[in-house]
Nanobody, 126 residues
Framework: HVQLVESGGGLVQAGGSLRLSCAAS????????MGWFRQAPGKEREFVAA????????WYAGSVKGRFTISRDNAKNTVYLQMNSLKPEDTAHYYC???????????????????WGQGTQVAVSS
């Protein structure tokens, strides 16, 4: 069993930056992918970014590519989402997720992940 705890959310002005962290514990050796999703009120949860654990391949949603960077620190069992050039439309609750098995594909659906954190709120004002 994997446990995930997110941190780093907050309120920023448009154009600002935040770095989200997701600390994993438990059966971290079983993780094949970790991803970030976000959900705004009244909208479906959408894929933001993912990283594979074996090859450290990364994938991004088109709406954030070039602005966000996903990375990991194996020593700390932590995945990060560096968010630059934030826009008001980035406002959402951001969730970290882990998948327990997988191939070197991009997994972008929420039902493709096994474990979820509680999420952290990101608000971008104009």
């Amino acid at each position: 069993h994997v446990q995930l705890v997110e941190s780093g959310g907050g309120l920023v002005q448009a154009g600002g930056s935040l770095r989200l962290s997701c600390a994993a514990s438990g059966r971290t050796f079983s993780i094949s992918h970790m991803g970030w999703f976000r959900q705004a009120p009244g909208k479906e949860r959408e894929f933001v970014a993912a990283i594979s654990w074996s090859a450290s391949n990364v994938w991004y949603a088109g709406s954030v590519k070039g602005r966000f960077t996903i990375s990991r620190d194996n020593a700390k069992n932590t995945v990060y989402l560096q968010m630059n050039s934030l826009k008001p439309e980035d406002t959402a609750h951001y969730y970290c997720a882990a998948r327990s098995s997988g191939l070197e594909f991009v997994y972008t659906r929420k039902d493709q992940y096994d474990t979820w954190g509680q999420g952290t709120q990101v608000a971008v004002s104009s």
